[in-house]
């Protein structure tokens, strides 16, 4: 198990790098640098100033020595300018002596994420406060989706094809084909709404981000729970129907075991294997993929925090946004394997 950890961790080093490689590449493209300087100067910037900006942040380098400059494990950047030096390891214009007192590397290594040229601020602590927020509703919304589509799922899969199975299986394919976004405005239109009447949330998420309940949370937090819940449910039934025909479920009847007891001490374990991967899928899902609904009801996370550094063309914060998000998904992959030797002990490691 040791080295499996070991070995899987050196391949998770090497995809993130293989990644965030990519990213970096694509986002220091020519075109999207112009754009960032005439955000920074002036749209009628000429294209001798454009190049100016550029090479006096340090834009212009061979793509491998600013990746590796970002990493941190190449010196920044210096150029000396008309009233002083620059560089990637000092803000602004400094002197010879302030030049000397800064750090030689400064990368994502030595924790500097950079600094984000939209909100004037750095990086590791925008990521930081907006990645909280988000782990607050990722919290609530697996608490409410995880028991929801269990129970679901294995009410479902306990009796193939009875009334119950039908009515749950159709309540699942509804949450999973509805999107978000028409999920969540019918719920806004129904219980937020002063023009139906109900009001039954007269909170807003955007106060939730500072003092969340009931009535400013829940309604975000329903509308990503039954959007990912539909298909573990539907996971889960399809497992919990599989097992429940196995010849070990057979020879426990045959035993006289209660139906309880197969359900739950020998069905519900074997059947949690192929969930349990659905579930650990939800997390980079959850993290990236609510966008819409922050968006949606103004609720200034992750997601929304995505969105704004995709368009305005903040390069520093929307590598950083991706290396958390590559972080996320291979370490949940990594959780996912080691999970199902516990779930299964047939499964072995070699």
């Known amino acids: 198990m040791g080295f ?5 961790i050196g391949v998770m080093l090497l995809t993130a790098l293989c990644l ?13 640098l112009e754009k960032l300087a005439k955000t920074q100067g002036n749209f009628r910037m000429s294209e001798g100033e ?7 942040n340090g834009y212009l380098q ?21 009233d002083g030096y620059r560089g990637r390891c000092v803000r602004g214009t400094v002197s010879a002596e302030d030049l000397e007192e800064a750090p030689t590397y400064c990368g994502i290594l030595q924790g500097n994420w950079g600094y984000s040229t939209v909100f004037k601020d750095e990086v590791g602590q925008i990521v930081s406060i907006r990645l909280g927020l988000t782990g607050k509703l990722m919290f ?3 608490l409410l989706m995880i028991p929801m589509a269990l129970i679901v799922g294995v009410l479902a899969g306990m009796r ?24 969540g405005v019918i719920f806004i239109a129904i219980f937020a709404s002063s023009a139906v009447g109900l009001q039954w949330f007269k909170g807003t998420a955007t106060a939730a981000m500072e003092d969340a309940n009931f009535e400013n949370f829940f309604l975000p937090v329903l509308t990503i729970a ?11 039934r399809a497992s919990m129907t599989e097992v429940m025909t196995a010849q070990f479920i057979r020879t426990a009847r045959l035993k ?17 294997i192929a969930p349990f991967t659905v579930i650990m899928l939800q997390f980079p899902w959850l993290l990236n993929g609510v966008v819409i609904v922050e968006t949606l009801f103004n609720y200034k996370g992750f997601g929304w925090l995505l969105v704004q550094a995709a368009g305005n063309n903040d390069i520093e914060l929307l590598l950083a946004v991706s290396v958390v998000s590559v972080v996320v998904v291979l370490v949940t992959q990594l959780i996912s394997d080691i999970g199902y030797v516990f779930l299964n002990p047939r499964i072995r490691i070699s």
């Open 256 to 272: 006289g075991v209660t139906f309880s007891n197969i359900v739950l001490k020998h069905a519900l374990r074997n059947a949690l």
């Open 160 to 183: 193939e094809g009875s009334v119950t199975d039908r009515s749950l299986s159709t309540f699942s394919i509804a949450t999973t084909a509805t999107p978000e976004y028409v999920s």
């Open 140 to 142: 609530w919304v697996l």
């Open 20 to 32: 965030t490689f990519v990213v970096f590449f694509m986002t220091n493209l020519y075109p999207n």
């Open 50 to 56: 454009v190049q100016s900006y550029l090479e006096r």
């Open 226 to 236: 039954l959007y990912g819940m539909g298909y573990i449910a539907r996971m889960t």
């Open 4 to 8: 499996f950890i070991l070995r899987r």
């Open 62 to 82: 061979p793509v491998f020595v600013k990746y590796a400059q970002w990493l941190g494990v190449r010196p920044g950047w210096t150029f000396e300018v008309d």
